[in-house]
């Protein structure tokens, strides 16, 4: 489908249908830290959903494998930095009356350490330790229930195939930000952002 340009001109400020915007985390509002092809490596999980993965092993692997991803999520949220204009558009967001979630698939201790570190907060957070995650669309269909709207109220955010996946297996709609090069599924994208900045025009262009 064609995708609407976030920047064009002709911008209409109308009563948004968007009513709650759900971001990830990790390459969303925070630039990329953690080098994922190491951390699989450190890990022993070449293929497949890390997340799952641990869910598959005893209980003395999982205690294992976890230690060592706390430890790499930890220390990716200590050095954590911001993207540019993260902070000031969930202001923006917030003054226009939009519910704000937090889905991750990190932990909920590296999730504390990167709110507390930017002084961040949300009406609702969810992580990995909190039921189904991405690209399950349940993350996404409880904080629509919680807030009271539809799914297609919902945008949800992200710099990943799952987070798109999640969006559109719940129903609602999905924003790709691009950190480096177009990826081979940007396609299953409905808006494609550059920086953050752009979102508020996404927002604002859905009737």
Known sequence: ???????????QLL????????????????????????????LGVMVGDIVDHLKS??????????????RIEDEAAVNSTLQPGAAE??????????????????????????LAKFNLRFD????????????????VLTLARRWGFKP?????????????????NAGARGVLLI???LPEWAHEADFIIHNLSELS???ERIP
């Open 57 to 70: 092993v005893d209980e003395a692997e999982r205690r294992r494998l976890e230690s060592i991803l706390h």
């Open 89 to 114: 558009l969930l202001d923006t967001l917030r003054a226009r009356g939009i519910k704000l979630g937090l889905l991750t698939r990190n932990s909920r201790r590296s999730v504390k350490i990167v």
């Open 1 to 11: 489908m064609d995708r609407p340009d976030p920047t064009g001109p002709n911008l």
């Open 124 to 139: 609702a957070t969810l992580t990995r330790e909190d039921g189904p995650h991405k690209p399950s669309p349940e993350p």
């Open 179 to 181: 950190n480096d090069k």
């Open 152 to 168: 297609t109220e919902v945008l949800v955010v992200g710099d990943y195939v799952y987070d798109l996946r999640c969006a559109h």
């Open 201 to 203: 025009a996404v927002v």
């Open 15 to 42: 009563t948004y249908m968007i009513r709650g915007i759900i971001f990830d985390m990790d390459g969303t509002l925070t630039e990329p830290h953690i080098d994922f092809q190491a951390l699989r490596r450190e």
